[in-house]
């Protein structure tokens, strides 16, 4: 089977650490454990299977991309659902991450065209849990969330390409906007009853 992909944008500290926080209590009130496979991040290129010669190539094109880019602020405030299988931390200044998303999906066409083009719009959150949250329990967590508030704001200024390795996302390398690119150094390890 060819290797599942995907390219995000991960929050700097300390929102890094508050986002991974806010996953790991939901994992820990739930047992849902799909988000706490990869860290804190804002997908822009959704999960893709790929050949083998992918990585190289994305990595290139990923870093020729975020090379012409600026860093940009981004704003989170509350929380939000999309139906009863995905909890997250809701973008409410996404009006730059949203062209980033096209510019990227332009150069994509252009320069890594084995990307497909995605069919839904652009809706950026950074997901605290998703797909394998109980049914039974969607209710208690809908109240608790509803009842709390979260906000930050943090300047994005990397894409992180992401492989899959059967269990986690695996971070493969970092492109920051500007230019440069780098090996990355992060690790999540799933905490608590797995």
């Known amino acids: ?21 806010l996953k790991q209590e939901v994992h820990d009130l739930t047992g849902s454990r799909n988000a706490v496979r990869l860290p804190p991040h804002l997908t822009l290129l959704p999960p893709t299977r790929q050949a083998a010669d992918f990585e190289p190539a994305c990595t290139g094109a990923l870093a020729a991309f975020a090379a012409g880019e600026a860093a ?3 704003a989170l405030d509350g929380f939000a659902w999309f139906g009863d299988r995905t909890l997250f931390v809701w973008v409410s200044e996404g009006d730059a991450l949203r062209a980033l998303h096209a510019r990227l999906l332009a150069w994509c066409a252009t320069h890594l065209p084995q990307v497909r083009p995605e069919n839904r719009p652009y809706t950026p959150h950074l997901t605290l849990a998703t797909r394998d ?21 943090f300047v994005a200024a990397q894409l992180t390409l992401f492989r899959h390795d059967g269990q986690q996302w695996q971070p493969r390398a970092t492109c920051w906007l500007g230019g440069g690119w780098q090996q990355p150094v992060l690790k999540c390890q799933l905490r608590g009853n797995t």
Request: aromatic share 14%; net charge neutral.
């Open 1 to 21: 089977m060819q290797p599942l992909y995907l390219v995000a944008l991960l929050p700097p500290e300390p929102v890094f650490s508050q986002i991974w926080a």
């Open 72 to 74: 940009f602020e981004v």
């Open 133 to 153: 949250l109980p049914p039974a329990q969607v209710p208690a967590l809908r109240q608790l969330f509803a009842g709390r508030h979260y906000a930050a704001a």
